[in-house]
């Protein structure tokens, strides 16, 4: 089995590349370089395994939320790799991916994540490991300002708050939190945790046909008007 796998929502590129057994990653924090770095690091992994396009079985992209220019760069590039290589597409949820990596990376079972979605707001979902290992959504996922998540956090309940919203709002975070929680800041989304949530569909066959590798926004504006900027 040859899976093709990449996110670019955020500041990161990272892609993977199952090859049977193996799987071979790239991964790079470069803010605003995605479209530059994306496909040479494709074909810089296809190389490492010795494969080509043509011996893919499918491939796997991060659908968001995230950066409107990075969610169309990973939905085009899965668009343009799966038409030429004839094979289908899967898209995970960016914020079920960075929830995937704190419980492999720190045994987390339950994860509220938070993107910075800028304007002040966070996109966020909150996920428990099931019993497969997979990160489950507990809700859907949102749009919020950050001191509007306290209806997300049980007050006996050990949390993991993981993503770039941490990082962002940490002072804002910082009243509504308890003794059980845990902030992890530097969680972003790794392609081989897309892999890894993407693998009961890959397993069942559930590819969808290229042209389905869509964005998902949640949010439909990326900047504020000249009266809102006044008004803040």
């Not at 396009?53 to 409107?68: I, N, T």
């Not at 990376?105 to 996109?123: F, I, N, Q």
Request: net charge negative; hydrophobic share 45%.
């Amino acid at each position: 089995m040859n899976i093709l796998a990449f996110d670019t929502a955020t500041d990161i590129c990272s892609v993977a590349l199952l090859n049977d057994e193996n799987t071979l990653t790239y991964h790079q924090h470069k803010p605003q370089q995605q479209a530059a770095l994306l496909l040479p690091a494709v074909d810089q992994l296809m190389a490492e395994a010795g494969l080509n396009a043509s011996q893919l079985d499918g491939v796997v992209f991060g659908r968001g939320p995230g950066s409107f220019t990075g969610l169309r760069i990973a939905a085009s590039a899965a668009q343009g790799i799966a038409f030429g290589a004839d094979v289908g597409v899967i898209g995970i949820s960016t914020l079920a991916t960075i929830a995937q990596g704190c419980m492999r990376s720190v045994g987390a079972t339950d994860v509220l994540v938070l993107l910075d979605a800028r304007l002040s707001e966070v996109y966020c979902c909150r996920y428990q490991r099931d019993a497969a290992g997979l990160a489950c959504s507990q809700g859907e996922e949102q749009l919020l300002a950050p001191s509007d998540l306290t209806s997300m956090i049980s007050d006996d309940v050990a949390l993991c708050i993981a993503g770039s919203g941490v990082t962002e709002y940490r002072e804002v975070l910082e009243p509504q939190l308890h003794d059980q929680i845990t902030l992890l800041e530097d969680c972003g989304p790794e392609a081989l945790d897309l892999i890894t949530l993407a693998m009961p569909e890959i397993r069942a066959g559930q590819w969808l046909p290229p042209e389905a590798a869509l964005p998902v926004y949640i949010r439909d504006r990326v900047a504020l008007t000249e009266a809102e900027r006044k008004a803040k």
